[in-house]
């Protein structure tokens, strides 16, 4: 832009003396709150030329900038801070083409805007304006030029408190949630009452089960839900959150179920059937993805001549176990819509299993019991096993021959209506000596670690609490205990849906704890807290593999799940990042999956075979770490849909695995009912 009526050197000349002196002056004047803006992304209503983008206004260079399209009013430039931050300073340094009249404005989710700051009578050169607000998101906003060109900025600068609201309180949990009117085949209208806030609620989130599909501001109380899935069942709550960014409980439960569509169109025919691994007991497929006009929603796979399919998929890969050696099996597909259309069956495929298999593969046994949802289980010296029943708050003992009896109940321990209560479970490695039991709950204000006792086949009527303080909500609650390999224990919590506190090093959500059997920080720990990883939304799965290197799986928002290598100290990215990113500050995961295919709970390795237990998927996911130990081979997918949704997966004293279902268990579950099972897998030859 050329500037009038000063030169664009005296403009550019005045500019670098005025960011250069604040520069100079800013770090000492505001030593206890950091900039937080540099080198963040940035997006801008628009730009004079490429040359002038936004990044030039966070990059710390004072010869540098950004200039805005020219003679538009409104413009602004918005920066992502990538978690919520209780921010204190921003310090707009113009070039010669300044706003008159703008406004600072804060968000949480980059689309519901409050003011922080407005003035009409901006004069240009440095303007340096104390907030106390809270957001991820902040923008100048600018609503009359000063000048005839546009706005132009040399730095855009935010300083903030890392990593966390003064605000703590998060509002009510809105009531009378509601349906409005029928669903259609594609949309359902909702309606609720308002949340109420210490400080203001900022806007509402509805979620289907844990994933967030509609954001609206404070001041709208109900909105249509469209884009939906035709003949599809949803669990809906609504949520509020303040501009901390603390979002409250969530609201009553409806289960909404959208009408199928006018549809008789059946998906075209799946193709390209082929075989990408065979083992003695086992067989891989994969196919050519088909095409639906409303969207396809799985696959059936058949074997020979039988009218009921071996396998029922979201994707397009499955494998069939327990298989015969040396003797040869055909396979179709068939692809269904949301509506219950049906292809044809593709192009049969041959395959015959080999006469030896790697012994990896895992094969169904026997049924070991029934139970309620078996989230945490730990194996006593005995052989037998601690079970926790999540919605029943119960804790049994169960043997390698099926034998059940209740021992205890978790004292103390409340659901959410979605996947809180009593789940992960770890024996003590020196259970012989101090009989200690640990137990992950959720509690009446908060999810916590217990240390109890089990003596004399009876667990203690109370435990000692070792870790509390960590948030709860409906969903994202974490939940596993494992003990790793160097005798201490490491804790799996979610983001309760608060998803700043994954970046937050003083918050214990969306991390990997290491403690000690009394819940201190463990020695070596890479903050000297208890903090052991960052940046995770809902890990529940954690397992070593022989090189001693520890490994998650963990729940993605609504993209990508993801199976991590776990580095001490490292930032797994959410929630800037859902999968992988190219922000060279996070660590990237080892192998990603659509939501549909995994949603993972348990992990377990045995030999440096890794099996991960999918809820959503409904099936066991098993992969061979690879010589280096940084990666895996293609994941293979078994038992698909053969007990339904699957939880925990754990190795057992006797060489096998026990493999649990999570069947029934939304909205706080159906523990008055025992519907799902515990089974024994063996490994095949």
Not at 184 to 196: E, I, K, Y
Not at 458 to 487: C, E, M, W
Not at 569 to 598: K, M
Not at 671 to 681: F, G, K, M, S, Y
């Amino acid at each position: 832009m050329r500037l009038s009526p000063r030169s664009a050197t005296a403009a550019l000349a005045a500019g670098l003396l005025a960011a250069a002196a604040a520069l100079a002056g800013a770090t000492a004047a505001h030593a206890a709150d950091p900039l937080v803006s540099a080198g963040k992304p940035v997006t801008t209503s628009g730009d004079e030329t490429a040359q002038l983008g936004g990044a030039n206004a966070v990059d710390g260079n004072a010869a540098t900038r950004w200039a805005s399209a020219l003679r538009t009013d409104p413009s602004w430039i918005r920066v992502d801070l990538g978690a919520s931050y209780h921010l204190s300073r921003v310090a707009l340094r113009w070039e010669a083409a300044y706003a008159r009249a703008y406004r600072i404005q804060v968000s949480e989710d980059g689309t519901n805007w409050i003011d922080a700051h407005s003035t009409t009578t901006g004069d240009g050169g440095t303007d340096d304006i104390t907030l106390d607000a809270n957001g991820r998101y902040v923008r100048m906003h600018g609503t009359t030029r000063a000048t005839q060109y546009g706005y132009s900025l040399f730095e855009f600068e935010v300083y903030g408190a890392n990593g966390g609201p003064a605000d703590t309180q998060p509002p009510a949990a809105p009531t009378g949630f509601r349906q409005v009117g029928a669903a259609t085949p594609t949309t359902v209208d909702v309606a609720w009452n308002a949340a109420t806030d210490n400080v203001g609620v900022q806007l509402y989130e509805v979620y289907h089960g844990g994933s967030r599909i509609k954001t609206v501001g404070a001041n709208q109380l109900s909105t249509q839900l469209a884009n939906l899935t035709p003949n599809t069942a949803y669990d809906l709550t609504v949520l509020a959150r303040d501009a901390a960014g603390n979002p409250s409980q969530a609201s009553n439960a409806i289960l909404v179920t959208t009408p199928r569509a006018d549809d008789t169109t059946a998906p075209t025919v799946p193709a390209g059937l082929r075989a990408t691994a065979v083992g003695a007991n086992s067989v891989t497929l994969q196919w050519n993805a088909s095409t639906d006009n409303t969207g396809v929603a799985g696959y059936d796979v058949y074997r020979g001549t039988a009218t009921t399919p071996v396998q029922s998929v979201p994707d397009t890969t499955a494998t069939d176990s327990g298989l015969v050696a040396g003797t040869t099996y055909a396979y179709t597909v068939r692809a269904r819509d949301v509506n219950g259309n049906v292809s044809a069956a593709s192009a049969p495929l041959s395959v015959r299993t080999t006469a030896v298999g790697n012994g990896g593969d895992p094969v169904y046994d026997r049924d070991i019991t029934t139970t309620d949802i078996a989230w945490g289980i730990g194996f006593l010296p005995d052989g037998s096993a601690l079970v926790t029943e999540r919605d029943r708050f119960e804790v049994l003992r169960v043997t390698a021959t099926g034998q059940k009896s209740v021992v205890g109940r978790v004292a103390g321990a409340v659901g959410t209506n979605g996947e809180g209560g009593a789940m992960g479970l770890a024996v003590s490695p020196t259970f012989a000596t101090d009989r200690y039991v640990f137990i992950f709950h959720t509690a009446a204000q908060d999810n916590r670690v217990v240390r109890y006792t089990y003596a004399d086949g009876a667990l203690s009527a109370t435990g000692t609490p070792v870790v509390t303080g960590i948030a709860k909500n409906q969903y994202h609650n974490g939940g596993r205990l494992r003990f790793g390999p160097d005798g201490h224990l490491y804790i799996a919590t979610g983001d309760a849906k608060n998803s700043s506190t994954s970046q937050n090093l003083n918050s214990l959500n969306g991390k990997i704890l290491r403690v000690d059997r009394n819940g201190n920080a463990a020695p070596g720990n890479p903050f000297n807290s208890r903090v052991y990883s960052s940046g995770h939304r809902n890990v529940q799965g954690l397992a070593w593999d022989s090189r001693g290197q520890l490994w998650a799986s963990e729940f993605g928002e609504g993209n990508l799940d993801e199976l991590n290598l776990i580095r001490p100290g490292a930032n797994y990215g959410w929630p800037a990042c859902e999968g992988p990113c190219s922000n060279p500050a996070y660590t990237n995961p080892v192998r990603t999956w659509s939501t549909a295919s995994a949603s993972p709970s348990g992990l377990e390795i045995v030999n440096n075979t890794i099996y991960m237990a999918a809820v959503r998927g409904a099936r066991l996911w098993v992969m061979t770490i690879n010589a280096a130990g940084t990666g895996t081979d293609t994941p293979r997918a078994f038992f698909n849909n053969r007990w339904g949704r699957l939880r925990t997966v754990v190795k057992t004293p006797d060489g096998g695995l026990w493999l649990t279902s999570t069947n029934n268990d939304k909205l706080g579950g159906t523990p008055a009912t025992i519907d799902n099972v515990i089974v024994r897998l063996r490994f095949g030859s």
